[in-house]
């Protein structure tokens, strides 16, 4: 009973661990990647951040309507001292009426009861603001636009990235075959030269060389493998995942034939023209600039605001309000505000937008000539990592071959083993040739894709 126990918690534990371990393909990679990135996630946020600011922009021309209530109590009412105005119209009746004599030339008086009671609604329209709220709205469309630009560049940059995270662990993985195969191929030469030597047909100097390539091609093997396990870990932190995640990757080198390879530099450049984000950034942030000199010309331009008043006041000794004691007020005005002095803060405002304005036309052109410098340099590694393949793919034939009679030659005694292991060297570097090539040429179809704005949705191409 207690083996059979056992044995169902072997299989539960290697169900578990088998569970644990997340195989991930390319289009996988990229979708979590944009599920879990964090720089592409703040991205995400900044387009939310400022399609919300262009609603707050024309929060500066449209009405303005607050409501009001308040309640005021005066501990101890001012008296206002104004002349008696009743002594003067008696005129000559002062002097028949005695009491009128004594009456003061000056009389003090209190205006308003201990309690004040008052609640409305104003109303305020900007009527002309100098430009500065319409200049205002286009800034924060333009900031939207862009923030919609950068986001699709994250997801450029994103696709990139993961990509070439994950081809690299499937680069890590073909060199572990291809120092596994080099390994064994090392060991059946070992085995080889034992008989030979076993027999007298070779020396000991021959054995010994073949168990030193043995012994020399061993801590390569653990270094690939090791490697293999950074890859992943870097994979592993593109996707954001969890360090306790285990993941693997599954798919394979592949040499395709690109067609958007054979496009000519010019046509590149017109293309990433039209799709490069940082392009189409570029605009936006001139109508930016060019919109903040309208804003700080508004500065020197008048005001015109209407507003409209709309309350109840009531005034009591006690507490104890009625509707009755309510009065309405009901006003309106157009006010008109001229700037005169600021303390040259308009001024140098205004100077400071049209400097910023000409920097962005500076920096336009150095942004677009380092992108038609990337495309270029894009260009000539592609052409380069295509010919290294071709290259590399027809040495791997050769160098197998090379092996081939190299090791029959040395079983008919026509060669040495010295001749066996520099073919084995030059297979091995062959192989170790052919994948890095093939992971270059993949990355470099990328890469021409991403110096072009075209890499979403070419994953698969």
Known sequence: MRSLFFLMMAFWVSGTLAQDVLTLSL??????AFENNPEYQMAQKE????????WQSYSTILPKLDGSASLQHAWSIQ??????FIKPMLGDLVNIIPEAQNMPDFVKLSFGLENTLRYGLTLNQPLFLGGAGIAGIRIAKASER????????????LIYQTSNAFYSCLLAAELIKVQQQALEQAQANLELVTKKYNVGSASGFDQMRAKVEVANLEPELITAKNNYQMALTQLRNVLGLE???????KGS???????FGQLSLIELQRRAEQNRPEITQLRAQKQITKSSVAAARSNFLPKVVFTTDYSYLAMRNDYEFAQDDFSKGFTSMISLQIPLFQGFKNTKTYQ????DHKIMLDTEKQIRDGIFAQIELAFNGFQEAKEKYQAASESVELAEESL?????MYEEGASTQLDVLNAQLALNRARLNYVSSLYEYTMARYQLRQVTGTLEGTLSR
């Open 27 to 32: 289009d996988q990679s990229v979708s979590l």
């Open 47 to 54: 387009v939310a951040k400022a399609r919300a600011g262009v």
């Open 79 to 84: 008296e206002n001292t104004i002349p008696n």
């Open 146 to 157: 862009i923030a919609e630009l950068n986001l699709q560049s994250q997801q450029q940059s």
């Open 243 to 249: 360090k306790t995640t285990q993941i693997n990757v």
């Open 253 to 259: 080198f592949e040499y395709k034939s690109d067609e």
């Open 352 to 355: 400071q937008a049209k400097l």
């Open 404 to 408: 081939r009679l190299a090791t029959l």
